[in-house]
């Protein structure tokens, strides 16, 4: 769908239940997140999309709509995704947390997708293969420069210019393991940072199996499931 009919989709929302505080205020935040990645911007927060139990039971009888409008709000990632290519949706507070978080240096990104996290980031190198680029959309809009090559060449290119590694919401079926294995060999010093959810939409089997997993409770607060993906971010050893 595109970004703005969505956005006339919850305008529709909006006045049907104008008169829930509730309602009317997850609509505009989840507006505003649209709306700032459409100006290749990171949006000021990442609302939780769904209602708890109680509130739709006290108020889907006199507005039925609202089982449309649950609907309606978990397209978000879909939208995002097929629209601007951003499967990694995160908040400008989790940004401010996570580069402080970050080895002072020079950072790698790969499978950094449009690279909207690589271009917020100082000193980057952004790489990407595009190969997603035929699935849900079509129509490549990076942030930022970013080298098209595969992550393990770059890896295995720039691993010793770097201080921080991100692998950012890899595909299931990638080179994550052999990346890993390749830092271990290599007793790479630096940081190794993995974003996506474990053991499941993201990465390989094989690279949870072995991955030693670290979860800073700093970055991973502001990093909180809004939808049905609970991604967090890992500092791997």
Same mark, same amino acid.
Request: glycine residues 4%.
């Given at each position: ?15 049907? =239940?104008? !008169? ?17 990645? /459409? ?12 209602? /708890? ?7 889907? #009888? ?20 097929? !629209? ?6 995160? /908040? &400008? ?13 020079? #950072? ?14 100082? !000193? ?8 997603? $680029? ?9 942030? =930022? ?10 890896? &295995?290119?720039?691993?010793? $210019?770097?201080?921080? %590694? %991100? ?6 079926? #990638? ?19 993995? %974003? ?7 990465? /390989? ?33």
């Amino acid at each position: 769908m595109e970004w703005q009919k969505y956005l006339a989709r919850l305008r529709y929302y909006d006045r049907m =239940c104008g !008169n829930l505080p509730t309602v009317h205020q997850k609509i505009a935040q989840v507006q505003a997140v649209v709306k700032a990645y /459409s100006r290749h911007e990171i949006p000021q927060e990442v609302p939780k999309l769904s209602f /708890s139990a109680h509130y739709l039971e006290l108020h889907m #009888t006199k507005h039925p709509e609202l089982f449309e409008l649950v609907s309606c709000l978990n397209d978000l990632r879909q939208v995002l995704i097929e !629209n601007f290519g951003i499967w990694h949706i995160f /908040s &400008q507070a989790w940004l401010a947390s996570f580069k402080q978080q970050l080895k002072p240096g020079k #950072t790698l990104v790969v499978m950094c997708g449009n690279a909207a996290l690589a271009a917020n980031l100082p !000193n980057v190198i952004a790489v990407d293969d595009f190969d997603w $680029q035929a699935q849900d959309n079509t129509r490549p809009h990076p942030w =930022c420069d970013v080298k098209r090559a595969d992550a393990l060449v770059a890896v &295995q290119k720039y691993y010793q $210019q770097v201080d921080n %590694i %991100i692998l950012e919401w890899a595909p299931e079926t #990638t080179c994550d393991r052999a990346i890993l294995d390749f830092l271990r060999a290599q007793k790479w010093p630096g940081d190794l940072i993995v %974003i996506g959810e474990a053991k499941g939409a993201t990465n /390989s089997p094989q690279f949870w199996q072995t991955a030693k997993l670290g979860r800073p409770p700093a970055v991973n607060a502001l990093h909180r499931p809004f939808d049905f993906i609970h991604d967090q971010v890992f500092w791997v050893k």
